[in-house]
């Protein structure tokens, strides 16, 4: 039988999925911050193989050359292919490139600005195939996506990620890594609007975790102060953004301060929503498929606009309890099943 493996390399995690037949079998997000070194992503790698096994086939798609240990992203690329390769091997290795689909390992490096950034671009083409018209989204821990889908295809008006942003398509916003301090200047709170501390004081993981809706597991990545990921912890560094300690309020007023971080987050994604389903025929209730780690909050907004919001893990078939698992690392169940011409 057949056995492929999706890799999504990104600058905070590594994501797999590995395909047996027509099935997805297992899949896993793994720690992997880029930024303290190429021996991150060898670690995760040697441990994605141990737990997942061999396969046939290794097929990879990237983010992660965006990594400031990186003085290029062609030099990115070429780093990351080189890491890739030397941990799965050259044979049976292939590389996603965007609309050109699959390429070897000499095509990848010689065309490294379309193999770079292309993993958005793997999980909207198996919407498109398996919806043929709607919108796709991906919420990850770092940004979200926004694909319209038309007539089977991918129908963005970008193709990286700076025209992409210009049209509203990639918005660079997680769940969990993105800073308080990039979703306001000033913060209503007691009574009265404070300005905050331009400071990575605290991020959204802490915003979730005191409104007790961050997902199991999404937050991977230490702390912005290095101490524990309790409520309390959360709160006190919540408070440090606006010039507090903790005990200077109640967690009533600590959640309250958190949910108007979570509200500008929301309206900032549903700005750029509304950017792109203006210039499409993508009305409701037309479908939106919705991935990643943050998908149960894109839903949430697809529905709030009229829309059918799905979760992504209807679109494959999968080991049922890695479903979950398989949407939040979308893009490497993607490139498997388009590999193996599963659309």
Not at 110 to 135: C, I
Request: net charge negative; with cysteine; glycine share 8%.
């Amino acid at each position: 039988m057949q056995t492929i493996t999706g890799w999504d390399i990104g600058g905070a995690h590594l994501k797999i999925a590995r395909l047996e037949g027509a099935r997805l079998v297992q899949a896993a997000t793994l720690p992997s911050p880029l930024w303290q070194g190429l021996e991150r992503l060898d670690e995760a790698m040697r441990q994605a193989l141990a737990g997942h096994g061999a396969a046939t086939r290794h097929v990879i798609t990237m983010s992660g050359e965006m990594s400031d240990l990186f003085a290029s992203r062609a030099e990115g690329v070429e780093a990351l292919l080189a890491r890739a390769a030397q941990n799965l091997g050259t044979e049976n290795f292939a590389c996603y490139a965007g609309a050109r689909g699959f390429v070897d390992l000499a095509a990848a490096r010689a065309a490294p600005e379309l193999v770079g950034s292309a993993n958005w671009h793997a999980a909207a083409a198996l919407a498109a195939q398996r919806l043929g018209h709607g919108l796709h989204m991906d919420m990850g821990s770092t940004t979200t996506d926004i694909s319209p889908l038309i007539d089977g295809k991918v129908a963005t008006r970008g193709h990286d990620d700076a025209s992409r942003a210009e049209h509203g398509e990639l918005v660079y916003t997680g769940l969990t890594r993105t800073f308080v301090m990039a979703l306001a200047h000033r913060a209503p709170f007691a009574g009265r609007w404070r300005n905050l501390m331009q400071e990575y004081f605290a991020n959204m993981a802490d915003v979730r975790r005191i409104l007790g809706d961050l997902p199991d597991h999404a937050d991977a990545m230490n702390t912005a102060d290095g101490r524990d990921k309790s409520v309390a912890a959360s709160c006190n560094r919540l408070a440090r953004m606006i010039g507090c300690e903790a005990d200077a309020a109640t967690l009533a007023q600590w959640q309250d301060l958190a949910r108007f971080f979570s509200h500008r987050q929301q309206r900032l994604l549903e700005d750029n929503f509304a950017q792109v389903r203006s210039r499409h025929d993508i009305a409701p209730p037309c479908p939106v498929i919705c991935s990643g780690t943050g998908r149960a909050l894109l839903m949430h907004m697809a529905q709030l606009w009229g829309h059918e919001a799905h979760d992504f893990a209807t679109l494959f078939e999968a080991t049922p309890h890695l479903t979950g698992e398989a949407a939040e690392a979308a893009p490497a169940a993607a490139i498997a099943l388009l590999a193996a011409g599963l659309t």
